[in-house]
């Protein structure tokens, strides 16, 4: 054989040896698509590990590296290897090595100490640019270590062949994936008006879908707090993050990265039609770059769930309406019923406690010079300190702003620690003059929403004029009871009592009073000083009977007072106590006469029986040296 028949046969051998290494690697390549591009495995690293294996045993390698591009890096995806090596590489180090631009670098003697033992590296190419570089060392076969540039560079082309099939397969895999679970959530938005129900399934389906992310739901503060378990946090207006403020404010995807902790957070809006609701936050371990195929998920996942939340909102809100209405109307109906103050007030405050889950409320009234006045029926809290601070603040902002108060956090407002962080107060408004406000108070922060502050208006506004009513009612009632002078009740009103506690009570006294002398007092002095006398002594038997019965004019310059469930003996020790007290009380000083008369249950007894013994009695006392207490009668 000559020569150069010698040397044919040498490339020929060369050729056959090259096309059976690529034939080998490509039919493992082919075995890997039947057998891992299939959707019951559909696992990235799982098919990236795959190949890997068929490139170590292909090239007989000890270490195989596969570096993939990230923005600004390259980072190890892959690796086989039993040593440590850089997790990420900045790209003009791991690129340094093909330095005459070829896609094929062998035996290089590269300068960085990580990356200067490999055999062979390998740049893969995508249209747009390298995606990756992978690296192999430790190769010992003299056969692998003499194959032809050409050879490596087809290898490099059916390795780059392959992983574009793969990411392009699972990439399929993954959107099916995803947009199944989109076409599911999307039917359970559908199915369900209830918001935790909604916002549960955002979660899920996230959780799914990326179980290596993290997430959190940012609602804005008129959102319900009782959310269990869920991922929520309030969205901050004052110290939210600047990619969440723009993403909530102008309705777009927004990201931010953190280099130094080696993550990236992805901010989509919950947009409805109407509004945006709230922003979903994504933590991802990828530093650099959001995919692109899952970005686009998150948006319509983001805007499924804002549509969703806001049918449900508007749900919710058109229940919450008509059950306002209802209360309203129920309210109305029954402050309409000619209730008394008391139970006016009474009435407000548990439909408010009903209605929006107070904890403390209060019902100031302010008088014409603007004196406030705490209603017995409003809690205890606004008769301390901390309430007498709450209501000055809430009256002068009031009067000032001439508006209703919507407060989500008092913290700050007093200087100091507080009881209660969430206040509403909304003025009582008569005739355009302010009359009065109710106050409530939650002890939480935005205990209330924006529709619970309006709602309370509107429930304010239509029990003013109720609450007015009752007090004009009453002040009417104590006009036809009450003596215009001296304050005390009228005659009437006394034999009403008296005839009521005869028939229910078991015993009763009576005294009637005259004063002594009573002419003189308006011959020396004049009718004016007259009535200021009369006016002295009411205030006297008032203050002396107050615990034990009540006090009525009589008639000119007589008096009365009935004392309930005294006998004889008690009303008599009363009466001898008032005699003593007038003198002390009046200027100029006078005295009275007083006759005591009393009943008991089982004795046949009417009003005028009682008035009739009490009367002979005090005439007794007035003809017998006047200024003392007298009983001839029982």
Known sequence: MEKNDCVDMQVIGMERKD???????????????????????????????????????????????FYQRMENSYHLTEAISTGNHPVSVFPDVLEAIFKDSSEVCVKGSDSHSDFASFDYAFMMDDQHGSCGILLASGIVSHDILT??????????????????KMNL???IIEDEHRYRELFKVNEAFHSSMDINILLGQIISTLTRVFPDYHFHLLLSNDNDKNHGNLPIKDFDYDSANTAAMEAFVNGTIETDHHYSEQKLTLYAPLKGKQGVYGVLEVVTGLPFKFPENQREFVRLLAYTAGNALENAKLYQQSRRLISDLQLINETSHRLNSNLRMAETLTFLKKQIKRSFQASSIGFVFIDKRGEYKVLTESSSFFRGIEGTTCINYVKRKIFTDKEAIFIGDLSGKFGKELSYLSLM???????????????????????????????????????????????????????????????LYSRNYLDEEMARAINQDEQGALLL????NFKKINDTYGHQIGDEVLIQVAKVLKEESKEAGFAARWGGEELAVYLPHIDLKSGIAIGSRIVEQIPKGTKPSVTVSCGVSSWKSGQEDHVKDLVKRADASMYYAKNNGKNQVANILN
Not at 513 to 516: M, P, S
């Open 19 to 65: 096309e059976s290494f690529l034939n080998g690697y490509k039919a493992q390549l082919f075995d890997l698509v039947n057998e891992e591009f299939n959707e019951e495995d559909d696992n990235a690293s799982q098919c990236l590990f795959s190949w890997m294996k068929a490139v170590r045993d292909t090239l007989q390698a000890e270490t195989v590296l």
């Open 147 to 164: 194959l032809s540039k050409d050879v490596l560079e087809k290898f490099s082309v059916a390795s780059c062949n392959y992983l574009k």
């Open 169 to 171: 397969f699972l990439q």
């Open 425 to 487: 107060a909304v003025p009582m408004i008569q005739n355009g003059s302010i009359i009065g406000f109710c106050i409530v108070l939650h002890k939480e922060p935005y205990s209330f929403s924006f529709d619970m502050y309006k709602l309370l208006q509107s429930f304010i506004h239509h029990s003013t004029l109720a609450l007015t009513n009752s007090m004009l009612r009453e002040k009417l009632e104590e006009l036809v009871i009450t003596d215009h002078l001296t304050q």
């Open 513 to 516: 009073l005259d004063i002594d």
